[in-house]
């Protein structure tokens, strides 16, 4: 069957991201989007070239998908063509899915725009959808306290898994990122680390503070009298430590505490907290390694507890002597 010329834009996008050297999962998401799309347009608007998509479009699209709820099938394999029933068929789309739904398109027609494929960007105006599930609350000082005072620093599994959630709350790396830093990957000096291992697969350089740096080095003297190995977080064993290892020992620590935890919202608490302490978006989305800074945004959700606190920073009122 001969490709219309909206396919052949897709295809050419999906060369574009392999060139990047996107993940695996970023691609299928973006090429499983990008069709479902593609294939509404012909369906519904006759539309076969990028040229004649509008904001228009994309907002029938949107409310389309908000009142069509899940598809019956699913794709299996973007490579075949094998499909495998969903029960959830006909259920409501979550805000956060139809969102990246629109993230995806906004990156298409964005790359569209500067490929200078089209003189008019469809997506220019097109808002996220609000009301989106929230994160999990911030973590209050008294239970990111008891969750590093839980571990136990008497064993070598224990010390390990206590630094990780530390070096994790200090600069907001991916937990695969984390497990595959190699000692010689830090520079103590000058309180930095380059992460080889990345979901883009790029090399990144991220920061740490004064105190991580001294927690690493009394870490690093500690794991080398056991192994003599370059991995800076090893495993029992001596090798790559398993990431369902870390999150089981998350967990526990977290149902010790009656908090749920996992990986991830360590890694949340870090963006959110540098946003609180004035840091900008920009460098955050850096930092963490986002494609762009509408991923980043996530983050601005705040509960009311740490609004509040902003604010007492930030009255006017608070900071002007009045008689």
């Not at 052949?8 to 996107?22: A, G, P, R, V, W």
């Not at 103590?188 to 380059?194: I, P």
């Amino acid at each position: 069957m001969k490709l219309s010329q909206f396919d052949m834009s897709i295809e050419e996008f999906m060369l574009y991201c392999s060139s990047k050297n996107l993940s695996k999962k970023t691609i299928m998401a973006y090429e499983q989007t990008l069709k479902l799309f593609s294939d509404y347009m012909k369906k519904s608007y006759e539309i076969e070239k990028v040229e004649g998509v509008t904001k228009a479009h994309i907002r029938h699209y949107v409310n389309f998908l908000q009142e069509r709820g899940k598809y019956n099938r699913i794709k299996v394999d973007i490579t075949k063509n094998n499909f495998l029933a969903r029960a959830d068929c006909g259920k409501p789309i979550s805000v956060n899915t139809i969102n990246n739904y629109v993230r995806n398109i906004k990156v298409f027609f964005n790359w569209l725009a500067d490929e200078e494929e089209i003189n008019k960007n469809p997506v220019d105006k097109i808002k996220l959808l609000k009301g989106s599930e929230r994160m999990k609350p911030l973590l209050n000082e008294g239970e990111i306290n008891s969750i590093l005072n839980s571990f136990d620093k008497t064993k070598f599994d224990g010390y390990r898994n206590y630094i990780i959630t530390l070096f994790i709350f200090d600069t907001g790396v991916r937990i695969t990122e984390c497990l595959n830093i190699n000692v010689r990957d830090l520079d103590l000096s000058n309180k930095a680390v380059v992460l080889r291992y990345t979901k883009n697969k790029k090399e990144r350089l991220v920061f740490f503070s004064n105190r991580m740096r001294k927690e690493l080095q009394r870490w690093i003297q500690f794991k080398d009298r056991y192994f003599s190995n370059e991995l800076l977080f090893p495993s029992n064993r001596g090798n790559i430590m398993l990431l369902g290892t870390y999150e089981t020992a998350l967990r526990k620590i977290g149902q010790k505490n009656s908090i749920e935890l996992f990986p991830h919202r360590i890694r949340a608490n870090f963006a959110q907290y540098y946003l609180l302490n004035g840091g900008d978006l920009y460098s955050l989305s850096r930092i963490m390694g986002h494609s762009s800074l509408e991923v980043t945004k996530v983050y601005l959700q705040l509960d009311n507890e740490s609004v509040g606190r902003q604010y007492q920073k930030f009255s006017p009122l608070n900071g002007i002597n009045i008689d």
